[in-house]
């Protein structure tokens, strides 16, 4: 069935309005409306080929909410009319010890929701800058929050995800003290959920303006990165740095801030290398620097309860798809409180 969608022809092109076909309904598969479809940074990265490998027409989009309006034969969790949503993640292996134990972001066989190869046509998956995707059953997550939250539930499924899952990895909670740099789609989820985990955020910006806004996010201090003195005061304190920054900056200004046995994990995914750090900064300590990747699909539906039970949800700006190009440019900007979030009833007019 051909839809409408906005993406990229070439990665020097700006995105435009296309037609893309979706496959049949499956015995297992749900088919969801897409109500609205978050913009992640990934998204921009991918649109403009600064990450290797992408395939055009490319079509991102990979935090998208909405209701099921058909399901497969088998399927048993998912009822038409149900508010669901999908994340990263379309399809896995499904028997790898990975797979097994909920953690299909780590499955060598993942299928990311766009850009991955696929059966479908056109050859790789196309994203949610779409009116409609077909998904099996056990990537599709359940919507707890009230409907006239959706387009703010939107980006939990990645800036959400990819901040809880290492909160909850590296146990961010009471008594422990969180940094999370940079302020962005991420970042502003980072602070709602370290907070609500009970710990002590210290939210890093390049950007003064922010000050405030990182306070009303939760942020107990914030630290304006550029200022030296202020990054002093919080030197060797740190349990756990979440670092969201979306381009290369120096990793030991923040390295040092950690105290003995702390972790910094990156999760910003810059196209090109952060200088490399001193080695010295994490042996000295005994120091780790790490990575973590979006969440598993279990893990996915715990943040997604979680954020219903504590009633968060992120911080959007809602634009039509003929938008798309100028958020983008906003975005680099730093220009966004926090997340742009397309309506995609605006893909067919
Ligand atoms: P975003 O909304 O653009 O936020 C990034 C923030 O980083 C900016 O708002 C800015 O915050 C800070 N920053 C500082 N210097 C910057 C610079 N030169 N260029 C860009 N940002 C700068 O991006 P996002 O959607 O949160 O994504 C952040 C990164 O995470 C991207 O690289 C994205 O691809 C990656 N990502 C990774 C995963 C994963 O699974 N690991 C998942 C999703 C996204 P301040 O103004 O506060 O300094
Ligand atoms: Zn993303």
């Known amino acids: 069935m051909s839809i409408n969608a906005y993406g990229?022809?070439?990665?020097?092109?700006?995105?435009?309005?296309?037609?893309?076909?979706?496959?049949?309904?499956?015995?297992?598969?749900?088919?969801?409306?897409?109500?609205?479809?978050?913009?992640?940074?990934?998204?921009?990265?991918?649109?403009?080929?600064?990450?290797?490998?992408?395939?055009?027409?490319?079509?991102?989009?990979?935090?998208?909410?909405?209701?099921?309006?058909?399901?497969?034969?088998?399927?048993?969790?998912?009822?038409v009319g149900d508010l669901v949503g999908v994340g990263c993640i379309v399809d896995s292996c499904k028997h790898c010890q990975d797979c097994d134990e909920g953690l299909e972001n780590y499955c060598d066989g993942m299928v990311g929701t766009y850009n991955f190869p696929t059966p479908d046509a056109p050859g790789w998956t196309l994203g949610g800058y779409s009116q409609a995707i077909v998904v099996h059953e056990r990537y599709v997550l359940r919507i707890r929050h009230a409907p006239e939250q959706l387009a703010a539930v939107a980006p939990l499924l990645c800036a959400g995800i990819t901040t809880y899952s290492p909160l909850r990895h590296w146990q961010a909670g009471p008594g422990k003290k969180v940094g999370i740099v940079g302020i962005g789609g991420l970042g502003h989820m980072g602070i709602k959920l370290a907070h609500a985990m009970g710990a002590h955020v210290v939210a890093f910006t390049t950007s003064e303006s922010k000050r405030d806004a990182a306070l009303a996010l939760g942020a107990d201090e914030v630290v304006v990165s550029r200022n030296e003195d202020e990054m002093r005061a919080h030197g060797k304190?740190?349990?756990?740095?979440?670092?969201?920054?979306?381009?290369?900056?120096?990793?030991?200004?923040?390295?040092?801030?950690?105290?003995?046995?702390?972790?910094?994990?990156?999760?910003?995914?810059?196209?090109?290398?952060?200088?490399?750090?001193?080695?010295?900064?994490?042996?000295?300590?005994?120091?780790?620097?790490?990575?973590?990747?979006?969440?598993?699909?279990?893990?996915?539906?715990?943040?997604?309860?979680?954020?219903?039970?504590?009633?968060?949800?992120?911080?959007?700006?809602?634009?039509?798809?003929?938008?798309?190009?100028?958020?983008?440019?906003?975005?680099?900007?730093?220009?966004?409180?926090?997340?742009?979030?397309?309506?995609?009833?605006?893909l067919g007019a």
């Not at 080929?49 to 399927?75: K, L, M, N, S, Y």
């Open 8 to 79: 990229a022809h070439a990665g020097d092109k700006p995105l435009e309005p296309m037609t893309i076909t979706r496959r049949a309904t499956g015995a297992h598969d749900v088919r969801i409306e897409i109500a609205y479809c978050g913009i992640c940074h990934s998204d921009l990265h991918q649109a403009r080929a600064e990450w290797a490998g992408t395939q055009f027409p490319c079509v991102p989009g990979h935090e998208i909410v909405g209701r099921v309006a058909q399901v497969g034969a088998h399927v048993q969790g998912f009822a």
């Open 237 to 346: 304190s740190f349990d756990l740095i979440l670092n969201t920054v979306a381009a290369p900056h120096d990793l030991d200004a923040l390295l040092v801030l950690l105290k003995r046995d702390g972790s910094m994990a990156l999760v910003g995914a810059p196209a090109t290398a952060h200088p490399s750090p001193n080695v010295f900064n994490l042996i000295m300590k005994r120091r780790t620097l790490a990575g973590s990747m979006i969440g598993g699909i279990a893990e996915t539906q715990e943040m997604l309860d979680f954020c219903a039970e504590h009633n968060l949800v992120a911080d959007i700006e809602l634009v039509s798809a003929h938008d798309i190009n100028a958020s983008y440019e906003r975005m680099l900007k730093g220009d966004v409180k926090y997340r742009f979030v397309i309506d995609n009833s605006t």
